[in-house]
């Protein structure tokens, strides 16, 4: 890939970069590996517990399975990727699971998209 931040080394370099990335995903329908990544790194945290934290990954698709799989993985934390699935952070399954993270005390990573998706999760967070 080209490198944007040569050109404007204080621009906003990350959204750029992550349009490009959603774009290949959705092209390359690369969304419907995340179930099996989850299982695989399940897998290595078994083999290696002393070593491997799992988090999981939670997309529209595995939303539903969140708290099943949690009672059989026992995952460290969980994530959600707007690089790599478009959703909103008022989306009824993502405050729903966010919910349910903060009564366990399981932490919540998000890969936001861009600065305007930024300002959102800040509001979204005040309102928790």
């Keep these: 890939m080209k490198n944007v931040a040569q050109a404007n080394p204080f621009g906003d370099v990350v959204s750029k970069n992550n349009r490009v990335t959603s774009w ?3 092209l390359l329908r690369t969304i419907k590996s ?5 299982e695989y790194v399940y897998s290595l945290k ?3 517990p002393e070593r491997v934290m799992q988090c999981y990954w939670v997309t529209k ?3 539903a399975r969140v708290k099943s799989d949690y009672n059989r993985m026992h995952f460290e934390t969980i994530k959600f990727h707007q690089c790599w699935e478009n959703f909103k952070f008022t989306d009824a399954y993502f405050v729903k699971i966010v919910e349910w ?3 366990k005390n399981i932490p919540v990573f998000i890969h936001v ?4 998706q930024i300002k ?3 509001r979204f967070i005040k309102n928790l």
């Design 46 to 48: 078994c083999k290696l």
């Design 120 to 122: 959102e999760l800040i």
């Design 34 to 38: 995340i179930p099996k990544g989850n």
């Design 113 to 116: 998209r861009n600065q305007t």
């Design 61 to 63: 698709a595995n939303a």
């Design 24 to 26: 290949m995903i959705r």
């Design 101 to 103: 993270a903060t009564k």
